[in-house]
């Protein structure tokens, strides 16, 4: 993840793996389009592609944020009077 939008530095990213990311509720398979993302590294992702590659050679199953997905689901947008 680049964090240009939270830092304006081009060269700062953070990494974590794939599987840790917030699966959407209705297709697991997927993941959320919003995912939390920290400002600085932490136990779920870090500033080295190194310790990622090595979080992927472990094979811990985790999530970058214990929050079940159906508490994530998008609400859909009530129709104001233009879009009538």
Not at 7 to 21: A, D, M, V, Y
Not at 72 to 83: A, I, P, S, V
Request: hydrophobic share 35%; net charge positive.
């Amino acid at each position: 993840m680049n964090m240009h939008p939270s830092t304006r530095e081009w060269n700062r990213f953070l990494f974590t793996l794939s599987n840790w990311l917030i699966p959407r509720n209705e297709n697991k398979a997927l993941i959320e389009i919003f995912q939390p993302v920290p400002r600085a590294p932490n136990a779920a992702w870090t500033d080295k592609l190194e310790t990622c590659l090595q979080w992927l050679g472990t094979g811990e199953q985790k999530r970058i944020f214990d929050i079940a997905s159906e508490l994530l689901k998008r609400r859909t947008k009530k129709r104001g009077r233009q879009d009538r």
